[in-house]
């Protein structure tokens, strides 16, 4: 059965791009379907060199409506299987989804439980942060520095970047959309020695799609003139605060807990216990081999992130 759902599935690969065609499925002059990304992208139909016509494959379209997709993740190994309405807000949130690093420039993109080494493989030039941190920013002209940030397994980036008078902090969470604002990051300016005065501030984390061009926006990252923060700046031009970043207490039943998130926790808890399981499959029966090979390396990775 499985098999030909397989088969089925192929037909509805566009002949160009090979992702799934969903409607608008539009039709060549000879009847050739394409998706509509590669049609609006190509002068006539590839196949046939015939012109495309407005008219839409509506057969084609109702069955697409009906199929079931496997995620865009799954060569990481999700196996959820989605209809045309799920597919994309889970292949946002899929759990397998690759993650970049964060360094700039740097043009990886991995798996979650593996950012934590290729962060330690690369010469940063300061260590992976914990929950707490006292970092220094050179206050110049132009600077912008990432760290990774690890608490309770869980990961972060933090940046910070100066520009044209202006310091700005963000962190974001690296995992489920709906849970980076479980977290929130303060940034504690002080003077070393000094227990008062100190400024405070402190805002939820935010989720890790988003990039620096929307990130460094005042409404959504925290940023103060330098002309605020000068009395704190040393005499060799260092600004010193405190990075921390917390888990929101909250309590079980509380109104503040929607629906959405609790979900999202209890499937982040659900995949952990999924690792769990397997691994103790794997130890008692080490004749599956191969078949388990994929849950044991992902098992590793995940216990190397839970150790470091
Ligand atoms: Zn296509
Ligand atoms: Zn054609
Ligand atoms: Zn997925
Ligand atoms: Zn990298």
Redesign the pocket.
Known sequence: MDDFYDKLLIELE??????Y?APPIRQCETGHS??E???KKLPKCPLCQKQFTDSKNISLEALACKMHYPCINRLSGCTAKLSLEERDSHELNCSFKGFKCGMDKCPWIGKLEDVVEHWSSKKTKSKIYHGSNICHTKIKQESYYVNLVEINKQLFWFKCKLEKGKVFWAVQFLGPREEANDFYYEIEVFKPGCAMPKILFSDYCQTADIENGELFKDSICISASVDCVNRFVSDDQLLIYYLRVNEVETNEGLEETTGEKKEARKARKQYKKKLDDKHKHKHRDRSKGAATEDAEKQKISYRRLKNN
């Open positions: 566009c002949p160009v791009c090979s992702n065609m394409i998706c990304a590669c049609r």
